[in-house]
């Protein structure tokens, strides 16, 4: 028996207690004789059937669950109170009339909104303590609506999308609102997607979109607690299995985990003053808590769950069961948290009965604490905290464990050895190196805690430090290199690769001093570093089809989740390798973009090619179709810098009407709308291996408003007819980078043929400067080197280039370089702006890896910028960097103004 849980007694007992200590039930006795006569008899099974009954002949669904609520709540407490019914008989109960309510008043809804149709299309996903049967005794509930556009029913003209807000906003209000028979449930929906912008009810594709690509770590954590509630159970379960890989994944970004554990701080923080035990704790949030025990079988049921099937448990104390029956957790512990949380949760149930509220905290008040403890069946507030006390310290002292690093005892501090050598270097404010190095050897870094990990240290050190010393910009090299060592894991085989390879330290040093972006990726994956022992790795990355091949290459065993791993690896270590090959000089900035384009391109291929496999297992094909993806921006133009997006669009061939021929068949539409969903997260989301890519859509047809695919007919009659002059702007840029070799070469040539089509030149003029002006009210530059936004720099560029490309019919190449030769042979344009564009685009892939914030760089870096920009000093570097955007500017006065009395400079 748990210390403190309440002993079997009598009902009338419990009757005293209530009528004494709880006005909530005091009063729910009185307006219900006959309840309270069969709780005097002690008869519990009648007094659950007169709950049951208890909205016969009720005038409409919603009196009849309010009746049923009211004395349901009251047989509940009663039960609970006598010790008759334990806390999973209590939690079930609610749980499973939340059910029946959601069902019933839906139904009604249903008969009432569409009499002939039938009750489907609309499903509700119970999340928190509803989705996993522990409904609190004054507890909200947490749903999610989700509707199927193709079978919800409608009326009139009504769109899909009204009458799924429509039925959700009247199935909250059913139990929500409250009236004379009182309420039936709080209703919360706020752990929808985007709950403040969202509608009440979601189109399920998009929900699934949402979770595979956008959802936080929260949210994965949130949807181990999920199952089918009530509505379309087939839609329902549609639901959950689809996004069964989001919740439970075969390789877990760990990261993900100490997001989500670092929630648990956060709210610590928030709730400050509900945190130290004694009067006023708050027993859900407060530090050894109900959300602790929780927190804590979560996040070990998302490490291990992905795997491990048998672990994904939704209830609390049986997860912790499953947990320690697999060894992945200390049985005693388990027992210490479930016992805890099992006493918790009765306490919460006292303090909410008290007064039907929702509340967790114990009251301040000493006559108030008084009162929660004898209606449990203590004598006094002061018992309540005893038997509290125990629980709450060892739950937050296991729960510390898990989050909380141990500290070890200090080893012996620098020698002056060091600092003499130091100082012999000519290094200023030596004491900074000491600092740092007396706190390396402190045994408070996480990855210099082993004796392994000291010894490798310690051999690489004096060489490291001089390097660092030897570095243009020791002191931001130091702080680069303090940072990278505090987020390594472990840092056994980086030291030791060091060790061995001498140019490798000061190419790090170099790399510490010049590119934060390169430093920070270093701190994450230290792996990357030891792909530069390959002296190919400072080469140009090979073309797009023996990457391809590179990256397609799997071992034996591997499946589709350790494919996306092993892409990002493999993707990451070209990145950084290109990142490097700019740091260290070795290849042209203009050349460094077309590789991470290569590799990009090469990326999408091997990843939208596996994601269809892995969709054609469920689903099938469907026969004559293919999905053909479409690169614009600068994807589209052939020249990425380190920081680039991919701007992509999803077409697709065949004809519409027809399902796919798999176990579970999707209309066409739907089937490649899913399928291009799926190929976004395979691009997009974080694995353990890290993130890859992030993706824009928003380019598509009716941008973020329309859906993910469409027919390649569709596309072209949208570009024809109905598309804006920046999206013909935009589709100047574009290129087929997924898709049969045929359908490419049509979709290319139809691109050229729109943006062939004969426009008004001062219509076009008129267009093309409405967009400038909307980016320079909406997005001004970031510091005095944005290259792309400042007055005269790239965007403005862009812009005269397309103008003309779209005036002209000419030089229509997404390579922004080619276009613009073509339009010098072609004597539209300028010469001069060729150079202008290349010296602009070099300082634009250089400052996206040396500053990214877009101002001046460090002094120590402003040479390195200035030779990759092909300028000989910094001093160059700016008078040419200013000369080549007055070339811009000219061009746009000569081309895009309006009138001789307007220049640039009153746009922009």
């Given at each position: ?384 905290l005893g038997i509290l006390a125990g629980p709450v310290e060892a739950v937050g ?184 090959q700019l740091i260290e000089s070795r290849h042209d900035p203009l050349e460094i ?316």
């Open positions: 028996m748990i210390e403190g849980m309440p002993q079997q007694t009598s009902l009338k007992d419990a009757i005293k207690r209530a009528r004494d200590h709880a006005p909530f039930l005091s009063l729910g006795l009185e307006v219900q004789p006959e309840l309270s006569s069969l709780l005097a008899a002690e008869d519990l099974e009648a007094a659950f059937a007169f709950a049951r009954a208890a909205g016969n002949g009720a005038e409409t669904v919603r009196q009849k669950l309010r009746r049923e609520k009211r004395a349901m709540a009251v047989a509940l407490a009663l039960g609970d109170l006598a010790g008759q019914l334990n806390l999973s008989e209590v939690t079930n109960y609610l749980s499973d009339f939340a059910d029946r309510a959601l069902e019933e008043a839906l139904a009604d809804i249903y008969a009432t909104r569409y009499p002939d149709a039938d009750p489907q299309g609309l499903a509700v996903i119970a999340l928190g303590k509803h989705g996993s049967q522990e409904l609190n005794y004054s507890s909200d509930i947490d749903p999610i609506f989700l509707y199927d556009p193709d079978k919800i029913p409608t009326r009139g003209r009504e769109e899909p999308s009204d009458a799924a807000r429509r039925i959700g906003q009247q199935l909250v209000d059913a139990l929500n609102a409250r009236d004379a028979d009182g309420y039936v449930f709080r209703v919360d929906m706020r752990l929808r997607p985007s709950p403040e912008v969202s509608p009440v009810a979601l189109p399920v594709e998009a929900a699934i979109g949402y979770y595979e690509s956008s959802a936080l770590a929260w949210e994965q954590a949130a949807f181990v607690r999920s199952r089918f509630a009530a509505g379309d159970a087939e839609l329902g379960r549609y639901f959950l299995e689809s996004i069964n890989p989001f919740i439970w994944r075969r390789s877990l970004d760990y990261g993900a985990i100490a997001n989500i554990g670092a929630v648990s701080v956060r709210i610590r923080d928030h709730y400050a003053g509900g945190q130290k035990f004694g009067p006023g704790y708050d027993l859900k949030r407060g530090r050894g808590g109900i959300r602790e025990a929780e927190f804590y079988a979560q996040m070990n049921q998302l490490i291990y769950g992905g795997r491990e099937p048998e672990l994904r448990v939704p209830a609390t104390r049986d997860a912790l069961r499953a947990l320690a029956d697999a060894g992945r957790i200390d049985a005693g512990k388990a027992k210490i948290l479930a016992e805890s949380y099992e006493l918790y949760r009765v306490i919460e149930h006292r303090l909410q009965m008290v007064n039907d509220q929702q509340t967790h905290s114990l009251p301040d008040d000493a006559a108030a604490l008084d009162r929660v403890a004898r209606l449990h069946g203590l004598n006094g507030g002061s018992d309540l002292t296991i729960y510390d464990e898990l989050i909380a690093s141990d500290e070890r005892t200090t080893l012996p501090h620098a020698d002056s050895a060091l600092q003499s050598a130091l100082e012999s270097r000519g290094v200023a404010q030596t004491e900074i190196f000491i600092d740092k190095i007396k706190r390396w050897r402190s045994g408070k870094v996480t990855a210099l805690r082993s004796t392994a990990a000291v010894a490798s240290f310690e051999a690489v050190l004096p060489d490291m430090i001089m390097a660092i010393a030897g570095s243009p910009d020791p002191q931001q090299a130091l702080l680069r290199f303090d940072r990278l060592i505090d987020k390594l894991p472990t840092a056994i085989n980086f030291f030791r690769l060091l060790e061995a390879r001498p140019g490798l330290r000061d190419m790090l040093g170099r790399i510490l001093s010049h590119a934060p972006v390169l430093a920070d990726e270093l701190s994450r994956r230290t792996e990357l570093f030891a792909g530069l022992i390959d002296t190919s790795a400072l080469d140009l990355p090979p073309p797009v089809s023996d990457l391809e091949e590179q990256f397609s290459w799997r071992e034996n065993g591997d499946d589709y989740e350790m494919l996306l791993d092993r892409v990002r690896e493999r993707v990451g270590e070209k990145r950084f390798a290109l990142g490097t973009a077309g590789g991470y384009a290569g590799v990009a391109e090469a990326a999408i291929r091997v990843l939208a090619d596996a994601a269809i496999k892995e969709f054609e297992k469920v689903h099938g094909r469907i026969a004559g179709s293919e999905i053909v993806i479409l690169a614009l921006g600068r994807l589209g133009g052939e020249a990425l810098t380190h920081a680039s997006d991919l701007d992509l669009i999803f077409l697709f061939t065949g004809a519409q009407g027809v399902e796919s021929d798999g176990q579970r068949p999707l209309g066409c539409t739907r089937y490649f709308n899913r399928l291009a969903q799926r190929i976004v997260a395979a691009l997009s989301v974080p694995t353990a291996a890290g993130p890859l890519y992030d993706v824009d859509t928003r380019l598509r047809p009716s941008g973020a408003q329309g859906p993910m695919a469409v027919t390649v007919e569709s596309f072209y009659k949208y570009q024809d007819e109905s598309a804006w002059t920046w999206e013909h702007m935009a589709l100047t840029r574009a290129r087929p980078v997924f898709g049969s070799e045929e359908i490419c070469e049509q979709l290319q040539s139809q691109i050229i043929r729109i943006l062939q089509k004969k426009r008004e030149p001062e219509e076009l003029r008129k267009a093309v400067r409405k967009m400038r002006l909307d980016i320079v009210k909406h997005k001004p530059p970031k510091g005095p080197l944005d290259t792309k936004l400042m007055e005269g720099g790239l965007v403005d560029w862009e812009f005269i280039i397309h103008f003309l490309q779209l005036k002209t019919g000419e030089a229509l190449y997404p390579q922004l370089g080619k276009a613009a030769r073509g339009l010098v042979a072609a004597g539209h344009l300028n010469k001069d702006m060729v150079a202008a564009y290349e010296l602009m685009t070099r300082l634009l892939v250089a400052l996206r890896l040396m500053s990214p914030n877009c101002d001046y760089p460090p002094e120590s870096s402003r040479d390195l910028i200035a030779r990759s920009a092909g300028q000989d000093s910094w001093d160059a570097l700016l008078e040419g960097y200013d000369k080549a955007r007055q070339c811009v500017i000219d061009e746009w006065n000569r081309h895009l103004r309006p009138d001789p009395n307007e220049i640039l400079g009153d746009i922009i």
